[in-house]
């Protein structure tokens, strides 16, 4: 299939199948497009789509493998089982050549600069297409789909809703999806993400996060924090957010649950002490944070897992 340079000439949704494989595209919004290819055959499929230099494109492997193919097949670039592809490159068109390989399934955002900046207006600062220095820079990033994304990712390709609710169903997805990427926490290399425009900020914004880790049990005030990191208040809270997704104290009552919990399950230590050392001076109050985290009393969380 091979649609005009003008992503708005698009149909809001259109659908073609190949052989027993299909292609459907999706309209989420102006400059906001979701793809999913699915070859069922035992043959090599052939998608093509027309894309200006305008649009970021995120491609994700749910199964089997694929190759792009770009400046007419003189470079070459594949996509495997189980990772992501993140291209951009605003010197230069990159459409869609795409063989998808036999038994093998994808689904593509294609997200416009100006929508995706819209997307994270608030960490401007922190986002590389926004810098003077480095807007006409391209990426190429490839990476691991997560559990989570790859739960969102097989609701796209296996939906089965009414087709007068498909738009609103793939948008809310493709948020998530896109919220999933950029909150990668677990993942070492997401503090390296492209999108980080100052390094030293993004080490500064790490050592914070490692500072109220440590002392989860008495920490610091965001001040403080700010104040040691050598940091503006301003950057902590919105550097904080836009690597970690969310607030310090929001990430850090995650953090002390997860401990918590671990604890727990261990069984080497009861209530009283486990929330002394998540930083609860009294029973109560860690009793009352843990049920607001995972709705039930840490007391029949641990009755929970020696009945299972």
């Not at 043959?43 to 789509?49: D, F, I, P, W, Y």
């Amino acid at each position: 299939m091979n649609l005009n340079k003008n992503m708005n000439s698009s149909k809001k949704n259109t659908s073609k199948n190949v052989a027993k494989g299909s292609y459907t595209e999706t309209k989420i919004d102006d400059g906001f497009f979701v793809m999913t290819y699915q070859n069922d055959s035992n043959a090599v499929e052939v998608v093509e789509r027309d894309i200006d230099s305008s649009f970021i494109q995120f491609h994700f492997c749910l199964k089997g493998t694929s190759k792009f193919h770009f400046n007419e097949g003189r470079y070459i670039l594949d996509i495997l089982e189980e990772k992501s592809l993140l291209l951009y490159n605003p010197q230069r068109d990159l459409p869609i050549h795409l063989e998808v390989h036999p038994n093998s399934w994808l689904v593509t955002v294609l997200i416009s600069i100006k929508k995706f900046h819209g997307l994270f207006s608030q960490e401007a600062d922190y986002i590389t297409f926004l810098s003077e220095d480095n807007k006409d820079k391209k990426y190429y990033t490839d990476g691991n789909i997560s559990p989570s994304m790859a739960i969102v990712l097989n609701q796209l390709v296996n939906y089965n809703l009414n087709s007068s609710i498909k738009n609103l169903y793939f948008k809310g997805k493709a948020y998530e999806l896109l919220s999933l990427y950029f909150n990668r926490s677990e993942d070492a290399d997401i503090e390296q993400c492209p999108f980080l425009v100052d390094e030293t900020n993004v080490t500064k914004i790490r050592k914070a996060k490692d500072i109220v880790i440590a002392r989860m049990s008495e920490p610091p005030s965001l001040q403080e924090l700010a104040d040691e990191i050598d940091l503006s208040l301003k950057k902590l809270k919105e550097g904080f957010k836009q690597i970690y997704g969310d607030t310090v104290y929001s990430f850090l009552f995650d953090y002390k649950m997860e401990v918590a919990r671990k604890l727990l399950e261990s069984g080497d230590h009861n209530v009283n002490e486990v929330g002394l050392k998540v930083g609860y001076s009294t029973a109560s109050h860690f009793i009352a944070a843990f049920k607001k985290k995972y709705g039930t009393t840490p007391k029949k969380y641990v009755t929970s897992i020696l009945n299972s």
